[in-house]
């Protein structure tokens, strides 16, 4: 059992745009800002796309953007390209004791 | 450009042990922390271990705490997973990972991963 939630799948058409949900607790995403997100196709590493909540490594596509509101955090997918279709992990810094915690990750599938 | 190649997974015994390894090439190996992570078969990812960059700090999942000690040699730019006590719920693919800075963020760079399969 994951610590943080998230939807099993989300979908969309080229184009659109996709969010994925992430909630913890005031323990974990509501109490840092410390949130970060995987993207990983299958049978590959995960690949950081967003750190501290909004922030996005060197080499990712503004199409992906993140928030946070309260315990809930969110990764935004604008322009949906065939090549985003991969499993989408949220993750949160838990305190000195349990480190991190991640979600049990999102399909996104491409229609 | 960085490298992190893991090695050492196997097919290990209940009970048993084994010793990952993860070499790093392409950045200042010593002025990062790193962290082991796992993901089992169809699974999602779950934080093991991480370690300070000058190995004085290390920190544990509670599901490995007393089993599994993280080492590393930053002569060699190597990082370490000593697994003991296996289980099979400790099957799955073993990833290090470096830690961004400072490591509460988050880790940057992964591997490709190594397989421990626990079974008799």
């Known amino acids: 059992q994951s610590a943080l939630t998230q939807p099993r799948s989300v979908s969309g058409s080229p184009g659109q745009s996709v969010t994925i949900s992430c909630t913890g607790t005031?323990?974990?995403?509501?109490?840092?800002?410390?949130v970060s997100w995987y993207q990983q196709h299958p049978g590959k590493a995960p690949k950081l796309m967003i750190y501290?909540?909004?922030e996005r490594p060197s080499g990712v596509p503004d199409r992906f953007s993140g928030s946070k509101s309260g315990n809930t955090a969110s990764l935004t997918i604008s322009g949906l390209q065939a090549d985003d279709e991969a499993d989408y992990y949220c993750?949160?810094?838990?305190?000195?004791?349990?480190?991190?915690?991640f979600g049990p990750g999102t399909k996104v599938t491409v229609l | 450009e960085v490298q992190l190649l893991e090695s050492g997974g196997g097919l290990v015994q209940p009970g048993g042990s084994l010793r990952l390894s993860c070499a790093a090439s392409?950045?200042?190996?010593?002025?990062?922390?790193m962290n082991w992570l796992r993901q089992a078969p169809g699974k999602g990812l779950e934080w093991v271990s991480a370690?300070?960059?000058?190995?004085?700090?290390?920190y544990y999942a509670a599901s490995v705490k007393g089993r599994f000690t993280i080492s590393r040699d930053n002569s060699k730019n190597t990082l370490y997973l000593h697994m003991n006590s296996l289980r099979a719920e400790d099957t799955a693919v073993y990833y290090c990972?470096?830690?961004?800075?400072?490591?509460?963020?988050?880790?940057?760079?992964w591997g490709q991963g190594t397989l421990v399969t626990v079974s008799s």
């Open positions: 370690i300070s960059g000058s190995g004085n700090g290390t």
């Open positions: 501290d909540v909004s």
């Open positions: 990972a470096r830690a961004l800075v400072p490591a509460v963020k988050g880790s940057d760079f």
């Open positions: 005031s323990s974990d995403v509501g109490g840092y800002i410390y």
């Open positions: 993750c949160s810094y838990a305190g000195r004791y349990t480190f991190y915690v």
């Open positions: 392409g950045f200042t190996y010593s002025s990062f922390a």
